[in-house]
């Protein structure tokens, strides 16, 4: 089997400067609601996450889950709603990440879903 050179796989460039022009940040993900569940170890949300890539702003909304486990982090699911970007559903360990630190900190307790 061949070896794959991982830095110019990943990077593009020797520089990193594309990559990291073009890679996504998380400004905040605000306006959560939690929708009702029926089973006590999953939580549901709605939410809006604002962010950027490169220069330009952007926003959309998506659902997620949170499922508590036995053992080790609580496992992410997101869903979106509105279409984002590609480098956006690239980058979900990032969004999955923040989602588990809000819920850690107390951060996702909100009002109870009321439609959009």
Known sequence: ?????????????A????????SFQIEIIDQISEIPSEVLYIKRF???LKGSIGSSSVEFFFGFSLEKTAIGLPEV??????DPPEAVTADEQ???????????????????FEGI
């Open 1 to 13: 089997m061949g070896c794959i050179n991982f830095r110019r796989f990943f990077l593009k460039t």
């Open 94 to 112: 990032q969004i999955a990440n923040l989602i588990r630190e809000m819920e850690k900190t107390g951060e996702l307790k909100h009002s109870p």
């Open 77 to 82: 699911a997101i869903k979106y709603i509105d």
């Open 15 to 22: 520089d990193n400067s594309q990559y990291m022009a073009n």
């Open 46 to 48: 709605i939410g809006r």
